[in-house]
């Protein structure tokens, strides 16, 4: 009976033993199988976990004025993990002290990143333009784009991002589960992004736009040697830096996402660049076009006559001169040079009329509208120059002489940008010459003679001169040019200190109960610069001025300038015109960058 439970007790030993010795086989197997056939895929495991790499973000490219001095600057921002213990916690925005001495020995606790500063403000923000986060689609899109890039949005900063963004570059880290960096095993150098040189001159960008304050409108001032743009003003303008965020407070960001929907929602529409995509009715500036047009095509001569009676009758539809509506008076006998000083309806009716809609459509089109000028920002707006065969495609109707009359003073369906006015001047106070805008040097400056003949031109250019002196149309610049003795060559009269300008006042939209249309006003100048301003004639000027006046010794202005101005109506005042509203702030601009260097006086702007 005892041998029973013995060999009761001996069988469970058995099992108790082959399920030990089952499952230290098992453990011993799965024990060689990682120690030794997947130790290389473990160990390979490990070193990754131990191994970090961190993004170099690229230096954003900035651009230099003509002065060589930014621009645009990049800030550096830091952000830093708050749990030193946790590699993905919230992140802080930290000031670069505190991110420096984490850095030293847990860099991958800190992120930098760049923020763009642009020093001047609302002054010329159209030119330059904002930049934003990049999207998730243009993150995607682009292979070697990170999460911190900045991607332009308006200006040159959209036009030139390419160029702009660099190459990141990035670092390997040996570090400690926590995040404690053992040490740096690799680096590639970020490539920074271009460094790009524009014509801007920041003070005159600054005057101009001081000069529009209130104003909705443009200027532009160019060189009229080479098309290179020192001012290009959009009014009213906004503060790119809004769009950087340089704060954590929770009330700053709330109050910065407010002043970013003020200015997206703004019914002003401050991001709207009038300088290149606002299209207007020229108005009487046109009439240039139509003077060389009508010369060009042996249509009329320096010496044709055109008899202003006051009212034009055409059937049972009358077209009055300016003068005969306003004062109801009459000019008699008047010849080209004439016209164009006083800005004569009646005479660039008749000589629309000779030249015919197609060759002042033609010649319109040489001078530069109904076509992008080619300026380095996006947005630019082509303008439109009607003719008969526009119309009859477009708006199926006939064209008549009516519409002859309206498209040789500027109006009709005529519309135009700011920067293509501005070439047109730059145009006829080159002699012919025209020359593409632009507003960096990467863009070549492209100038080509249009072979309009020389004795077409001087009695265009002599009836401007004529236009800003006593007897013309643009009476704020009379006492300018009193200043001034005229040679008999024009140009060098311009060239010597002289104002060649003309008047423009655009009628547009539908007339009042009184029979009045709304008009905006234009302003366009040619000037030379005979010598150039300097400190030691202008002891009172500000240091803002005096920055400026050191600025030119080593880059002189150009010789021979002009400046464009629109303004357009408003409720203030919706009947604006040329000589009233837009040539005083032609001529403030004028007499700032012309001070000093010949008889013009200036004012300290403020």
């Known amino acids: 009976m005892s041998s029973q439970p013995s060999r009761s007790f001996a069988w469970r030993i058995r099992i108790i033993l082959a399920v030990v010795l089952v499952s230290s086989t098992l453990v011993i197997a799965r024990l060689v199988d990682l120690q030794i056939s997947q130790a290389s895929v473990y160990m390979a495991a490990a070193v990754d976990n131990s191994d970090y790499l961190q993004t170099i973000p690229a230096t954003r490219g900035v651009f230099l004025d003509r002065y060589h001095q930014p621009l645009v600057k990049n800030i550096s921002r830091y952000w830093m993990n708050l749990d030193e213990n946790t590699l993905f916690s919230q992140e802080e925005l930290v000031p670069e002290s505190e991110a420096l001495a984490v850095i030293a020995t847990q860099s991958s606790r800190v992120r930098k990143e760049f923020a763009r500063w642009y020093p001047n403000g609302d002054a010329g923000a159209h030119v330059l333009g904002y930049v934003g986060p990049i999207s998730r689609e243009e993150l995607l899109a682009q292979s070697t784009a990170t999460i911190t890039d900045l991607v332009g949005r308006t200006g040159l900063e959209k036009h030139y991002n390419q160029s702009l963004i660099g190459k990141p570059g990035v670092v390997e880290l040996e570090r400690t589960a926590t995040g404690k960096t053992i040490r740096k095993l690799r680096e590639v150098a970020m490539v920074p992004g271009e460094v790009i040189q524009t014509t801007v001159d920041p003070y005159i960008t600054k005057i101009s736009q001081d000069a529009l304050a209130g104003l909705t409108g443009a200027v532009v001032v160019e060189d009229a040697q080479t098309g ?282 539908p007339a009042d109960d009184r029979g009045f249309r709304k008009t905006h006003a234009w302003f366009t100048v040619a000037f030379g610069i005979p010598k150039q301003p300097s400190v030691e004639e202008e002891s009172t000027a500000d240091d803002a001025r005096k920055a400026w006046l050191n600025s030119i010794q080593s880059m002189p202005l150009p010789k021979l300038m002009t400046i464009t101005v629109l303004v357009e109506s408003d409720d203030a005042n919706p009947y604006r015109e040329g000589s009233a509203d837009a040539a005083p702030i032609a001529l403030k601009i004028m007499e700032q960058i012309q001070a000093g260097s010949g008889k013009a006086s200036v004012e300290t702007p403020e």
């Open 228 to 509: 290179a743009l020192l001012a290009l003003v959009s009014s009213p303008s906004f503060d790119p830096n809004i769009f950087t965020q340089f704060t954590n407070s929770h009330d700053e960001k709330n109050a910065q996402r407010r002043q970013i929907n003020e200015v997206l929602n703004d019914p002003k529409q401050v991001l709207f660049d009038r300088a290149i995509a606002g299209t207007y009715p020229p108005g009487s500036i046109f009439k240039l076009v139509t003077a060389i047009a009508g010369l060009e095509s042996d249509s009329i001569t320096p010496d044709t006559i055109v008899t202003d009676e006051g009212v034009l009758k055409v059937g049972d539809y009358g077209y009055a001169n300016w003068y005969f509506s306003q004062y109801g008076r009459t000019e008699g006998d008047i010849s080209l040079q004439r016209a164009i000083a006083r800005s004569n309806d009646i005479y660039f009716y008749k000589a629309a009329e000779f030249t015919g809609p197609d060759t002042l459509a033609q010649w319109a089109r040489t001078l530069g509208f109904d076509e992008k000028t080619g300026i380095e920002l996006p947005g630019e707006a082509s303008g439109l120059i009607p003719d008969p065969g526009w119309k009859e495609q477009t708006l199926h109707e006939q064209w008549y002489l009516g519409n002859t009359y309206h498209f040789g003073i500027g109006q009709g369906d005529v519309l135009v940008t700011p920067v293509q006015i501005s070439q047109l001047i730059q145009t006829v106070a080159n002699q012919g010459v025209r020359c593409i805008p632009h507003l960096t040097d990467k863009t070549t400056s492209n100038c080509f003679s249009l072979g309009i003949l020389e004795e077409h031109l001087k009695p265009v250019i002599a009836g401007m001169i004529d236009a800003c002196s006593s007897g013309g149309t643009a009476f704020p610049f009379f006492p300018h040019n009193d200043r001034y003795e005229r040679t008999a060559d024009s140009y060098e009269s311009v060239l010597t200190g002289l104002a060649a300008c003309k008047t423009g006042t655009a009628e547009y939209g």
